[in-house]
């Protein structure tokens, strides 16, 4: 029998396997899935939002939001899987032996394409949770001001989410094959991403902090 998928986890289970020796699930799959739990907080910003008279005005968008952060709930959680699948491929090339000069270069050749998928799919994780932060700010200027906080919260989650995949995108980065783009290219997409989460955290929590305040 497979063992479940971590979105079958309970939440104690789930931190118990974190806490753990298991090469999986870890920093990858945690970012992902606050950015989940991020998307899902602004999915009900906007549920509480939508339908109501004195919001009447912002019910469409709301609605599109809310759409919006439900995708993006289900690609986090599904990133999250991937993230596990894709660094137990780069333990089990770096398992691989190294005996002789003919093992090594496997070995060496296994790890840099395993860690291919190990460095993209946190590079994904990031430009999504970078969605998913845009989205708490926008629910955050015109959703119910009774959860304003939770929009706080929201966007607080998927600017870690972000930060927390750029740092795996950052460790992989060595062990790339020689050629591969994301050599050369990582770090500017990276700080290019790191300057727009910062941005727009600020302006999330400036937006609940003025309504907050009122």
């Known amino acids: ?7 079958e986890l309970t939440v104690r289970d789930l931190t118990e396997r974190l806490a753990s020796r298991a090469p999986v699930p870890g ?3 945690a970012s992902a899935l606050a950015g989940a739990l991020g998307a899902a907080l602004v999915e009900m910003v906007c549920e509480l939002t939508v339908g109501k008279p004195e ?11 809310g759409a919006a952060a439900g995708e993006l709930r289900g690609s ?15 333990v089990a090339a770096r398992r691989l032996p190294r005996d002789s000069d003919e093992e ?6 296994a790890i840099g394409e395993a ?6 799919v946190p590079l994904r ?40 995949a750029a740092l795996n995108v950052r460790i992989n980065l060595p062990s ?6 994301l050599r050369a290219g990582a770090a500017a997409q990276l700080a290019a991403l790191d300057a727009s989460v910062t941005k727009r955290e600020a302006e999330a929590l400036a937006a609940v902090s003025q309504r907050m305040s009122v």
């Open 1 to 7: 029998m497979s063992s479940p998928s971590l979105a």
């Open 27 to 29: 920093g990858g799959s």
């Open 55 to 65: 919001y009447e005005d912002v019910d469409p968008v709301a609605r599109q939001i």
């Open 76 to 90: 986090m959680l599904a990133a999250a899987e991937e993230d596990a699948a894709a660094y137990l491929d780069v």
């Open 104 to 109: 090594r270069a496997a070995r060496k050749a």
């Open 115 to 120: 860690s291919v998928a190990a460095t993209e």
């Open 125 to 164: 994780v990031a430009r999504l949770a970078a969605e998913v932060l845009d989205l708490a700010a926008s629910i955050a200027s015109i959703g119910n001001r009774n959860a304003v906080s939770d929009a706080g919260a929201a966007a607080l989650l998927a600017a870690a989410a972000a930060r927390g």
């Open 176 to 181: 790339l094959p020689e050629a591969h783009p």
